[in-house]
């Protein structure tokens, strides 16, 4: 059920100067305050904030965060508000702090929803009926394809990002974290990085996407695991192309042929990934959206190369000494592993 635990070392907040900022603006009697942590996720912080008997959540940059723009409160925050008004799975905002005093950086507010997320290990009810896998996994399908339908310009959101020339800028944006950040080497990595510069397609459309949308960022409904209740983290949101988001999603979507230990991962139900191919989500959203999908072998290697670069540039933080967090300590044998299921992929020409 996404438990809190205490606080990792290192990621504490002011409680004293978050309890006097919480009253004096969102005017709850904040005179106490317990905080907690959500132990998940490896970018973005977030806290569970519980005062008497409410309970938010607070979303804050890493520490030793390098690149601002990457982690933009004040940006999630708007989309967030806008957002949350016309796509339900999205959590309202309450309050925006940008006054990095109170707790050592800006930070929001948000209502909290409740829900399972589903890291690796499923319930034995998912775990034993294909017929819920397949299910489930249209449901996560068909909600991604809810948020590409959506009319960005109709909610304020227009000026979110650019579509014009974006899967240029995104290829060539990613290379330059990829090298800024860049502690080891991975020849099969930078092969898929030659590749994705001489394959680029004239994108077409533009949609509302997520950017990092896969199990480990949904919750579901517990007595229904085909109802979405939250789709949680959209620091990477933009105004792009939807194929790039459906790329994102099919990275994380590991197979038997990756390895046990990427297949271990608990990015989404591992049952679902045993049991539903990256060609069958494909399918699934075609269904969705009643559009033919080409050029998903770019977007594929695209989103894994991605998912690499994240992977290093937080490996990065630790190996400078940035965070203390012992997940990260092996982050670049991620970043290795995803190199060679790209350079795989782009030697077998399919997904």
Known sequence: MSDTKPIRQGEELNAVKLAQFLHENLNVQADKIE???FPGGSSNLTYC?????????LRRPPFGNQVKSAHDMSREFNVLSKLSEVYNPAPKPLIYCADESVIGSEFYLMERRRGLIIRGKSPAGLENSPELQRNVCESFIENLARLHALDYRKIGLGELGKPEGYAVRQTQGWTKRYFNAQTDEHAELETAIRWLAENIPDTAGAALIHNDYKFDNVMLDPANLT???????????????????????LAYWMSKENGEAMLSMPFNPRVLMENISRRELVEMYEKATGKQVSDILFYYVFGTFKLAVIAQQIYFRYARGFTQDKRFATFNQFVSSLGKIAAQAVERGKI
């Open 49 to 57: 904030i519980k005062i008497g008997a409410d309970e938010y959540v």
């Open 227 to 249: 109802e979405i209740v939250a789709v949680l983290d959209w620091e990477m949101t933009t105004i792009g192309a939807p194929l790039m988001d459906l790329g994102s999603s």
């Open 35 to 37: 905080i907690l942590q």
